[in-house]
């Protein structure tokens, strides 16, 4: 099987996906990453990370109904596909081994404030 590797952004814009389920646009991909990641991101890049996620496969859309509050516009709305979350969950097995794997006491302490 193909392994694929994924930056940081592209990571966080797949999960952020898979958090908002059917709800996930341009728009609210853009705000839930501002809400949850306090950083700030502009919606042309989640469009292109979104792009570049689907031609990898990862990510499915399709086009929703027009709405009022869009002018008659349709939204592009995307979902995880099943390699999408095969990538997530080794992503996520790597990291917590790395994890798993530092000694106790090896990273210096931080006040957390």
């Known amino acids: 099987m193909r392994r694929y590797y ?6 966080i814009v797949l999960l952020t996906v898979a958090v908002l389920g059917e709800g996930a646009y341009g728009v609210s991909i853009t705000n839930e990453l501002d809400q949850q990641s306090g950083r700030s991101v502009s919606l042309s890049a989640v469009h292109a990370a979104l792009h570049r996620l689907e031609e990898k496969g990862m990510l499915s859309s399709y086009l929703g109904d027009a709405t009022n509050e869009r002018g008659g516009r349709r939204k592009r709305l995307f979902s995880v596909t099943a390699l999408g979350s095969r990538t997530l969950n080794e992503i996520r097995s790597v990291r917590e081994s790395l994890w798993n794997a530092i000694p ?8 957390i404030s």
């Open 104 to 111: 106790p006491n090896s990273l210096p302490a931080i006040a």
């Open 6 to 11: 994924l930056g940081e952004f592209e990571e």
